[in-house]
Antibody
Framework: VQLVESGGGLVHPGRSLRLSCAAS????????MHWVRQVPGKGPEWVSG????????GYADSVKGRFTISRDDAKNSLYLQMNSLRGEDTALYYC??????????????WGQGSLVTVSS | EIVLTQSPGTLSLSPGQRVTLSCRAS???????LAWYQQKPGQAPRLLIY???FRATGVPDRFSGSGSGTDFTLTISGLEPDDFAVYYC?????????FGPGTKVNIK
């Protein structure tokens, strides 16, 4: 299982950023997926999850209405569109495979993360 | 909304010692949907235990999980140098998924 995140960087407050995650080594379309973020020195925070076939999606209250998760099974890719970014969104963003098809199944494999810094 | 509490916050132990980490939920956990992760500096979290007591693939049998309802425990039967890390409990099965604040296990 390999998960490689990309798209992070430095962005001004209020702007947008799109993260991507390229998956390989497993049947991507048969797995739910997650985005989890972590501020250095703090615990992980679940951001969003998407079930197989995109039937069910969930978001943390802290990002609801601003972030959108999506997947492209043909490209074995997961995405996170982040709008109206705030300083408190600064974190390392991990893509993670779920242990099952449900968007609430626990993450079992994680990428190495993509750093998002929101600052003026 | 459920809150996860982990204790202690930090432990200082010697290799070979047995360690018990605690995770408490503010409400009963459905179907024992409680997992444990290990995280070392500069690395992503690694799944150790799911459904409270089932070891993930490749996890050594010195790691064991137990508990039900609101109280859960991760036990390491004999600490090895590679085990010094931060351990997080994780509530899943319902949205939003939650992580506990973590317990750091230091070398004494």
């Amino acid at each position: 299982v390999q998960l490689v995140e990309s798209g992070g960087g430095l962005v001004h407050p209020g702007r947008s950023l799109r993260l991507s995650c390229a998956a390989s080594g497993f049947n991507f379309q048969d797995s739910a997926m997650h985005w989890v973020r972590q501020v250095p020195g703090k615990g992980p925070e679940w951001v969003s999850g998407i079930s197989w076939k995109s039937e069910n999606i969930g978001y943390a209250d802290s990002v609801k209405g601003r972030f959108t998760i999506s997947r492209d099974d043909a490209k074995n890719s997961l995405y996170l569109q982040m709008n109206s970014l705030r300083g408190e969104d600064t974190a390392l963003y991990y893509c993670a495979r779920a242990d099952g098809r449900s968007h609430t199944a626990p993450p079992d494999y994680w990428g190495q993360g993509s750093l998002v810094t929101v600052s003026s | 909304e459920i809150v996860l509490t982990q204790s202690p916050g930090t432990l200082s132990l010697s290799p070979g010692q047995r360690v018990t980490l605690s995770c408490r939920a503010s409400q009963s956990v459905t179907n024992n949907n409680l997992a444990w992760y290990q995280q070392k500096p500069g690395q992503a979290p690694r799944l150790l235990i799911y459904r409270a007591s089932f070891r993930a693939t490749g996890v050594p049998d010195r790691f064991s999980g137990s508990g039900s309802g609101t109280d859960f425990t991760l036990t390491i039967s004999g600490l090895e140098p590679d085990d010094f890390a931060v351990y997080y409990c994780h509530l899943y099965g319902t949205s939003p998924l939650l992580f506990g604040p973590g317990t750091k296990v230091n070398i004494k």
